[in-house]
């Protein structure tokens, strides 16, 4: 329960981040993520170490200290969260890892979508759709798309 609830919870983390460190203080990293990549990583990517960082922490306090034990579960959910995000928004969306694969489900084209309409704007100011894998309803795709 603490991994799924800590994976729920990185949502919200992710997101308010997402708005407020990576299109606020931190877009001299986020920038290269709306800019066309040169090679296979961009600056953004540090975020993806930073990120990890609590991750490893809580897993091996966790390991170590058994009065503490439930810290590494908090660390598996956060790893949890970091693998889909890897899956859905680094392979699905920007197809960093070249797939043949089409969304079908609803929930994945209004997730692409989403994305894709985060990514319109170039700057940090103007952008919607900070979620990385919940879009609200708002975002599904007209038909045309």
């Known amino acids: 329960m603490i991994v799924i609830a800590t994976f729920l919870f990185m949502e919200f ?3 308010f981040t997402h708005k407020y ?3 606020g203080l931190l877009w001299s990293w986020h920038r290269s993520h709306h800019t066309h990549r040169k090679g296979v990583l961009e600056k953004n990517d540090l975020f993806a ?5 609590p991750a490893i922490i809580l897993i091996i ?3 170590l200290f058994p009065s503490v034990h439930l810290l590494m579960y908090v660390g598996f959910g956060i790893t949890a969260y970091g693998v ?13 890892i070249k797939i043949k694969y089409k969304p079908r489900s609803k929930y994945l084209k209004r997730l692409v979508h989403a994305h894709y309409i985060h990514h319109q704007k170039h700057t940090k100011q103007g952008c919607q759709a900070f979620g ?3 879009a609200p ?9």
């Open 84 to 96: 889909f995000y890897i899956l859905f928004h680094d392979i699905l969306v920007h197809r960093r």
């Open 132 to 134: 990385f894998l919940y």
């Open 13 to 15: 983390v992710a997101w």
């Open 21 to 23: 460190v990576m299109h």
């Open 49 to 53: 170490v930073v990120f990890s960082i």
């Open 137 to 145: 309803e708002k975002y599904e795709p007209s038909r045309d798309h």
């Open 61 to 63: 306090t966790g390991s």
